[in-house]
């Protein structure tokens, strides 16, 4: 499922957040419900149900005797939790994950091949400026994105 787009919102003192209006129509028009929110390093994922039951399933297989591959499931797994748009088209965002992501009130929610991220602004901000500054003005990154005909 791929979301496109990115919207500005403020979370409420509560914790709740409205879902771009794309994002709910693209789950709706799938027969999805419910999509899973975890933490990623400076933000947080948000799957479709369907896209994270296949993730769930591939980091099943990890072996127990991999230890960094262990800690990140923990990492992964372990923030996940699933979100259901209210009547407003709001989520709430437990306290945990808000904390994680910095989310103290305007966020940044981004659509992405397979998911979409919160953000907070001040992390997307930051996020954007050393992209600029040290990505888009990379040669090498610059060759790479020609070869993807873009």
């Known amino acids: 499922m791929i979301f496109r787009g990115r919207f500005e919102y403020t979370i409420d003192p509560k914790g709740r957040v409205n879902i771009p209006a794309p994002f709910r129509d693209r789950l709706q028009e799938s027969g999805q419900e419910s999509f899973f929110i975890t933490n990623f390093p400076d933000c947080l ?3 479709a149900a369907d896209d994270w039951a296949r993730i769930e399933e591939k980091l099943s297989l ?9 800690a990140f499931v923990r990492f992964f797994l372990g923030g996940a939790v699933e979100a259901i748009p209210d009547k407003q088209g709001r989520i709430l965002i437990p306290p945990t994950l808000r904390t994680y992501a910095a989310l103290e009130k305007d966020v940044v929610i981004l659509g992405m091949p397979n998911r979409f991220e919160i953000w907070s602004l001040a992390r997307w901000q930051q996020e954007m400026g050393r992209f600029e500054k040290e990505v888009l003005t990379d040669p090498e990154f610059a060759r790479e994105i020609s070869a993807l005909g873009i």
Request: aromatic share 16%; hydrophobic share 25%.
């Open 62 to 70: 990890v072996s127990s005797t991999d230890r960094q591959k262990n």
């Open 45 to 47: 994922y948000a799957f």
